[in-house]
């Protein structure tokens, strides 16, 4: 997995509610067997005029003018600034692979629908929560300043605005030391190993129907 | 102390805690399909890893097959690439039971596994499937999970997880006649909103809800997801035993009696405290119909479709008014003079056999009204697709009108062939009303069986206690 540590980014702002996965990378796409890929299918619905299918030469597609990620003043974008439940509906992974494709590193806003939540940091992608007032703040910031980028430490846990202010986030230690370390959650839990084996051993003796 | 449910699923399963509360959670039943497996089988073989418990994993095929013609095979050259890679790693792999396409046991992986009794009481089940929630009915912890999850399940048999918050859905009183564990779910979900079961794992109890099927439980515990919560549970009391009982991989008769006297302690002590309840009134809820691309707008049959200015808050505002525009809906038009184009009976909310006995008995004797151009049912399984013939349900289905396919998700989210065209108007027994789901510009309205085969012989939405 990609490391986080520090994130200088371009902010680009997405202002609605309820975004779902769907949304974020459409089915036909989730017929791949691969992970990678999916970046420019990623909004396909919203993102392009015509109706997208996997295979298709997306440089040659008709743009959607009026989709915020694809006005000029976003272009470069690593940033996204999200409203409540982002990310709710289906557990398709291809969702953070599809935004980390892009070129987002970090995704802001005030909730998250937990499965994409969970994913996200499988990704090297961060997903910080922040209080609704102070989301509101930046959205207004963003929409006012053009090249508006955010500063984001993770070490440090803060973010800080072109204004200067910093504003502290929290995030758990586990995934923090993670995520700093890019560190593959498999291989840690592996480290385990005889743990696992001593617990199985029990359950097996205990309720030997689980093992048929 | 008292403990909930949940509690003791929890514990039952932890292997080791960090300091910060992450946790690795032993799983017991890995439930896998073509869609989410891919990139996990991949990720084994690059690291050369194997599964860790061959024992642990029943596979099917479902999202991706096509539910006629089944003597052609699977038609799309990229639906079956994927099929065709599970059907290969199985082989490279193991597993318990495989049921791949064409299979009599293929189905729906959350109809399967619970059919097969692959789904036990006491359980930790996961899926890269949101709607494994499914599976809390038989008193298991079961969620959904990504794709980089499902490699971890399959290389360590574990799960890192962080112990979600607790809440009790009561739904006391009598559900009236006409109404079902769809409805019952549709009105939690108006009630407490998309976003409302985030952080918390559901449990959901009362007299309505033990007087529920197991069939109906699944229908609640499905849309758990919808609602925000990975996870929704059922304690375990007779419906669950019995429903288990000779199911090909339930205990063995010499482990039946150990294994029922543990179930019967999944339940939630008395005294038990959730950190947030909720509770209904069954007597008071009512036929449901969504109106909008959430589950959450969703109202009843007598009512009618709302307007933006009903909504103080600006960001919800703007939500239903781009809602409105993407279903062409006018503010103040009554539900039940919404005129329909499709019907799709079917999906892992409502694909079972009590779902289409209940659409039969609407359907029986009537036909589906000239306005609508396809009604499809789709059973869940095979499984459900014989027993169903075997009492006569797809006569009844076939004489009114309705098409009576091969099991499969189907129309639930359009990756095979079956799908909405741009514009049209479904009443949808699945799960998802989100845009596109159906199919791109596709509109869906969420509704029980009894109410879709209403709507089929109707051609509108109607009350299907007033036929
Ligand atoms: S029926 Fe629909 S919701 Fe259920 S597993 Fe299939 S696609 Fe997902």
Known sequence: ?212 | MPQTLYDKLWNNHVVHTEEDGTTLLYIDRHLVHEVTSPQAFEGLKLANRKLWRISSIVATADHNTPTDHWELGIQDPISRQQVETLDANIKEFGALAYFPFKDERQGIVHVMGPENGATLPGMTVVCGDSHTSTHGAFACLAHGIGTSEVEHVMATQCLLQKKSKSMLVRVDGKLGAGLTAKDIALAIIGKIGTAGGTGYAIEFGGEAIRALSMEGRMTLCNMAIEGGARAGMVAVDDNTINYLKGRPFAPKPEQWGAAVAYWRTLVSDEGAEFDRVVTLDAAEIQPQVTWGTSPEMVTTIDGAVPSPDDFADPVKREGVARALQYMGLTPRTPMAEIPIDKVFIGSCTNSRIEDLREAAAVAKGKHVAANVKLAMVVPGSGLVKRQAEAEGLDRVFRDAGFEWREPGCSMCLAMNADRLEPGERCASTSNRNFEGRQGNGGRTHLVSPAMAAAAAVTGHFADVRKL
């Open chain 1, 1 to 212: 997995m990609r490391k986080f540590t520090h994130l200088k980014g371009l902010v680009a702002p997405l202002d609605r509610a309820n975004v779902d996965t769907d949304a974020i990378i459409p089915k036909q796409f989730l017929k791949s067997i691969k992970r990678s890929g999916f970046g420019p299918n990623a909004f396909d619905e919203w993102r392009y005029l015509d109706h997208g299918e996997p295979g298709m030469d997306n440089s040659r597609r008709p743009l959607n003018p009026d989709f915020v990620l694809n006005k000029p003043r976003y272009q470069g974008a690593s940033v996204l600034l999200v409203r409540d439940n982002f990310g709710c509906g289906s557990s398709r992974e291809h969702a953070p692979w599809a935004l980390e494709d892009y070129g987002f590193r970090a995704i802001i806003g005030p909730s998250f629908a937990d499965i994409f939540f969970n994913n996200s940091f499988k990704n090297g992608l961060l997903p910080i929560k922040l209080p609704e007032a102070e989301v509101d703040i930046i959205f207004k910031q963003v929409e006012e300043h053009q090249g508006y980028a955010l500063d984001i430490d993770l070490d440090k846990q803060t973010i800080t605005r072109p204004d200067g202010k910093k504003i502290s986030f929290e995030i758990d230690g586990f995934r923090k030391h993670c995520l700093l370390n890019g560190l593959d959650d498999i291989g840690l839990t592996l480290q385990k190993a005889d743990l696992i084996k001593a617990f199985e051993a029990k359950r097996r003796a205990e309720q030997p129907w689980l093992f048929a």
